[in-house]
């Protein structure tokens, strides 16, 4: 199985050295915030973006992938737009853990977590401005709207529980495919790519990031191997998404409403939750949203075809893989 640290080895060395560059510039002294600050980049996760960013710098760099500042500024302006972001999706689900710990909010509460939130975006404009790197700038900060854009979104329709395939898949393209779709052309805007390169990566990014909200929705109904379980946090919050679309195109108009009158009362009612989980389980809902992100990775694999073979495209291609084999 792939793992992350396979996918990174290849820039090992800079990944470390991006580590110390996001420290520096997101330091605070003493206090409160310098505390919230080191708590929030102590668990940033598998950093994915950064990772996306560099390797595609270096895949597109003219100089046998080597890069330097630009891209590293690129890759912090992206993480932490994501840091920021599940802060505040942490803060709207009410949610109280984050990669298996106290999640920002249950902490230190929701008003000092969205402060912390918008001070991290804050400062993140500020560094990159003073950069004077505008063109990188511009290009990663539209993605701040799009992401806001998508949240709404997707409150509006999980309150109405009448998420679409269509609408499913605007909320996901905007909530998570367009930051990785940034994250893989600023990497190669960064070593100065034509214009062309610049849009190839984005639809790779686009198109991984599709996958891979697929493929977290999926794993939301997929029982633990600890528990036998599943998570079905989705449900709770009366979200549909593509597991559960798959089976409500495929019924007929009685099990739609049934299944859906089912959806309103999850939140409160867990023998609801698990009616929906065996109905997707048995309508194949899992099997078939897995078709849908696999026909994205296919497509993501196919812009890396476009690159001679290198440890920096092998890398990208085994990303694809990592996504379709991920459990959490």
């Known amino acids: 199985m792939v793992t992350i640290d396979a996918i990174r080895k290849p820039l090992a060395a800079e990944l470390a050295e991006f580590d110390d560059f996001v420290r520096r510039n997101f330091s605070a002294g003493e206090g409160l915030i310098a505390r919230m600050l080191e708590y929030v980049l102590s668990s940033r996760g598998k950093g994915i973006r950064p990772t996306v960013v560099m390797l595609s710098a270096a895949l597109n760099s003219p100089n046998g992938g080597r890069f330097g500042k630009r891209t590293y500024l690129a890759a912090m302006l992206v993480e932490m737009i994501h840091v920021a972001s599940l802060i505040h999706d942490d803060v709207i689900d009410e949610s109280d853990m984050r990669r298996g710990r106290a999640s920002v909010n249950a902490r230190w509460q929701s008003h000092n977590a969205v402060v912390v939130g918008d001070y991290i975006l804050a400062r993140n404009m500020d560094i990159g401005m003073s950069s004077g790197q505008y063109d990188i700038v511009s290009h990663v900060t539209k993605s701040i709207a799009t992401l806001c854009e998508g949240e709404i979104i997707q409150s509006d329709h999980a309150e109405r529980m009448d998420t679409s395939r269509e609408t499913y898949l605007e ?36 198109a991984v990031g599709m996958a891979f909200q697929i493929r977290d929705d999926i794993l939301d109904y997929t029982r633990s191997a600890d528990t036998g379980k599943p998570s079905n946090n989705d449900l709770r919050e009366r979200k549909i998404t593509l597991p559960l679309i798959e089976v409500l195109e495929r019924s007929d ?7 859906l009158a089912a959806l309103a009362e999850c939140a409160a009612d867990g023998a609801k939750v698990d009616y929906i989980q065996r109905e ?26 476009e690159y001679d073979a290198s440890p920096y495209r092998d890398a990208l291609m085994d990303l694809c893989t990592y996504v379709a084999e991920r459990e959490r």
């Open 171 to 206: 909320i996901i393209r905007k909530k998570t495919a367009s930051l990785l779709g940034v994250s893989a052309s600023v990497g190669a805007l960064s070593v100065g790519a034509s214009a062309d390169r610049i849009a190839a990566m984005r639809r790779f990014g686009e």
């Open 253 to 259: 108009e009685a099990k739609r409403a049934e299944l």
């Open 280 to 305: 997707v389980e048995r309508a194949d809902g899992l099997g078939l949203a897995c078709e849908t992100m696999t026909a994205y990775l296919q497509l993501a694999m196919s812009v890396l075809a």
